[in-house]
């Protein structure tokens, strides 16, 4: 069989090692062998490399969010082509789905696809597929299962404005700004939380409102209050993982909805969270994706399965946009991503809160 290189881990904490004996692996049905051009990294890629989390075996190959061209197709593959251009997550933990590799498989009904052509192969559109997968699908499930947020059936269709608010903590984050636009497209007003520093991000991702996040708890509910009109909101998501405390009081205290219903959505999937009486409680558990072995997975699975065909649509028409908050590091290919993982870690990567990209091959 192929080798191929890329770079691999022996154990949880073990140091990035570039190799050049990866088994190239080769597409089933409905899969896709794709070439990696850009990859995005996440804050579950250090979870993974120090802990073992989510991962199925070592030496392991990791990854989340990518930009692909397509090599070739298996059996039954018909949404995807050879040449065309396909942005996403991968699978996290899974050898043959993870893009720190030369070559990796994608199943076509789990990743969003542009086609061939001089715009579709536009460098900037390139780095920009490799800032949406995660974000845009754990933001996803987090307003439509959790907060049972109504989105548009398709491209063309709008919902009806609402006099109603919906509040997203952590708005300036990857996974907020897909919230913030997601809210927004179910017709809601958003209220975002983040630093004074970041308002202006999660304003741009469409947030009517912003409040600081590093005020004291009640100084936020306060915030929350006056800017909701006293209440007028049922639905809060917490992106950041950080904010449950606050979340389920701002639904208990202030939360003034006429249906009695509230909802609260979170990515914090870990922690031990006592939700109050009257409030639904999701957690958001992206990390299952691709794992159809178990029941969880195989309803994540299929959840994303849907939210794929309907955030196509959107992205198509304008109405979902990929982040402009990134940056592309210095270098090219494995060496440069090890480095680049090395600094995200540590934490001492110059990047002012961005998505960290990374350019691995030409196409």
């Known amino acids: 069989m192929a080798a191929q290189t890329g770079i691999t881990i022996d154990g949880p904490g073990k140091s990035y090692t570039v190799v050049d004996n990866i088994v190239r692996p080769s597409p089933g049905p409905n899969e896709a062998l794709v070439k990696t051009l850009y990859v995005g990294l996440n804050p579950v890629d250090p979870i993974m490399h120090q802990t073992g989390l989510l991962i199925q075996s070592f030496p392991a190959v990791t990854g989340s969010d990518f930009c692909a061209i397509v090599l070739s197709v298996g059996p039954d593959t018909t949404k995807i082509s050879e040449g065309d251009i396909v942005f996403g997550c991968a699978p996290?933990?899974?050898?043959?789905?993870?893009?720190?590799?030369?070559?990796?498989?994608?199943?076509?009904?789990?990743?969003?696809?542009?086609?061939?052509?001089?715009?579709?192969?536009?460098?900037?559109?390139?780095?920009?597929?490799?800032?949406?997968?995660?974000?845009?699908?754990?933001?996803?499930?987090?307003?439509?299962?959790?907060?049972?947020?109504?989105?548009?059936?398709?491209?063309?269709?709008?919902?009806?404005?609402?006099?109603?608010?919906?509040?997203?903590?952590?708005?300036?984050?990857?996974?907020?700004?897909?919230?913030?636009?997601?809210?927004?497209?179910?017709?809601?007003?958003?209220?975002?939380?983040?630093?004074?520093s970041k308002a202006a991000i999660a304003q741009k991702a469409g947030a009517d409102?912003?409040?600081?996040?590093?005020?004291?708890?009640?100084?936020?509910?306060?915030?929350?209050?006056?800017?909701?009109?006293?209440?007028?909101?049922?639905r809060v998501f917490d992106a950041s993982a950080q904010s449950s405390d606050l979340s389920l009081r701002a639904l208990d205290e202030i939360a003034n909805t006429s249906s009695g219903a509230k909802y609260f959505s979170t990515v914090d999937d870990w922690s031990d969270i006592k939700t109050p009486q009257g409030i639904t409680?999701?957690?958001?558990?992206?990390?299952?994706?691709?794992?159809?072995?178990?029941?969880?997975?195989?309803?994540?699975?299929?959840?994303?399965?849907?939210?794929?065909?309907?955030?196509?649509?959107?992205?198509?028409?304008?109405?979902?946009?990929?982040?402009?908050?990134?940056?592309?590091?210095?270098?090219?290919?494995?060496?440069?991503?090890?480095q680049t993982l090395s600094g995200f870690e540590a934490g001492s990567l110059k990047i002012d809160g961005r998505k960290p990209v990374v350019k691995i091959a030409d196409i």
Not at 114 to 122: I, Q, V
Not at 128 to 156: D, I, N, R, W, Y
Not at 305 to 312: D, G
């Open 92 to 196: 996290i933990g899974i050898n043959k789905f993870s893009p720190f590799q030369e070559s990796f498989l994608v199943n076509e009904n789990w990743i969003l696809r542009t086609h061939t052509g001089d715009d579709a192969l536009d460098e900037k559109k390139l780095e920009q597929g490799a800032t949406v997968g995660a974000g845009l699908l754990t933001s996803g499930l987090g307003l439509a299962e959790g907060l049972k947020v109504e989105l548009p059936a398709s491209g063309s269709d709008r919902v009806p404005s609402k006099d109603e608010w919906l509040i997203v903590m952590g708005g300036s984050g990857s996974v907020g700004q897909f919230a913030v636009q997601l809210g927004k497209l179910g017709g809601y007003k958003v209220a975002a939380s983040c630093s004074a």
């Open 209 to 234: 409102a912003t409040f600081d996040n590093r005020a004291p708890i009640d100084e936020q509910l306060g915030m929350i209050e006056r800017i909701t009109g006293g209440g007028r909101f049922a």
């Open 281 to 338: 409680t999701y957690r958001v558990q992206f990390g299952q994706l691709g794992k159809t072995s178990t029941p969880i997975g195989t309803e994540i699975t299929q959840k994303c399965k849907a939210l794929v065909e309907l955030f196509q649509t959107h992205l198509i028409a304008g109405n979902l946009k990929p982040l402009d908050t990134y940056t592309v590091m210095d270098g090219q290919g494995w060496e440069a991503l090890s």
